[in-house]
Each structure stands twice: as C-alpha cells, then as structure tokens.
C-alpha cells in the first residue's frame, strides 16, 4: 500500500504579517473547470436579481421633519392624507401628495408609540410610554 505525503513550502501560504490576506491555493486551468466563467456569470445574475427584489423604493422625503417617525396612521376618508407620531412627542398631520406639513402639535413628552384616527377621522388617539 502506498501513501501519498503532502508537502507544501509554508512560503507559500503564510503571511507574512497579521495584515495581508489569505494565500488560498487554487487551480484557474479551464481543462479542469470548464464552466467556471458560465457559473460566475449565474452567480452574477442572481445575486443583481436578489438585490432588485430586496430594494425599498423610495417615493419622497417629508421635508420638515427633525426627529424619527415612530408610527403612521393614515386617514381612511381622505386618500393622501396622514398622521405621524415622532420620537420626541409630536403629531404632525401631512399631505402625502403635495408633501407638506398641514399641522403640527406637541401631544407627549416621550416617544409616540402608537396613533389611530375613529372612523370619520374626526379624533385620533395616541399612545406613549
């Protein structure tokens, strides 16, 4: 029975400081992989098409706003308008389409964790810690 030794030369695949990068030994001849470069293009593919499906779009930014929006309610008689509740307490009711602030109040001293309107969005409750 034979046996096979690997020897390798430790030059060849040290570092030579903890800074450089792996040496990884690899075999780029097309006899032995005939359809690395068709495999590229696939993994190519997939990963732009992941990275499409995987994106937000993005509509528009509300311009005004000095802290994060923590909850939305949106008025189900009116399309287009809707309340916000801010990290730092405040509603403020928007127009969506023409992306301005219609009207703005301090409601909390804390974070607006939740706001709904009652069906003829008259009122509108809001909730904080």
């Known amino acids: 029975m034979k046996v ?6 430790p030059s060849e695949y040290r570092r030579e400081t903890s800074d450089d990068v792996f040496k990884i030994p690899r075999n780029y001849s ?8 068709e495999r590229e293009y696939v993994r190519a593919m997939n990963a732009a ?7 937000k779009p993005f509509i528009g930014a509300l311009e005004g706003t000095t802290e994060r929006m923590t909850s939305i309610s949106l008025n189900s008689e009116t399309l287009g308008l809707a309340v916000f509740g801010t990290a730092d307490g ?3 009711y928007w127009d969506i389409a023409l992306r301005k602030r219609i009207f703005e109040t301090q409601a909390h001293g804390s974070e607006i964790r939740g706001i709904c309107h009652t069906n003829k969005s008259r009122l509108m409750y809001t909730v904080s810690l």
């Open 4 to 9: 096979r030794i690997l020897s390798r030369n």
């Open 30 to 37: 097309q006899e032995e992989h005939p359809f690395a470069s």
């Open 49 to 55: 098409k992941i990275q499409r499906i995987m994106a």
């Open 90 to 92: 405040k509603i403020q």
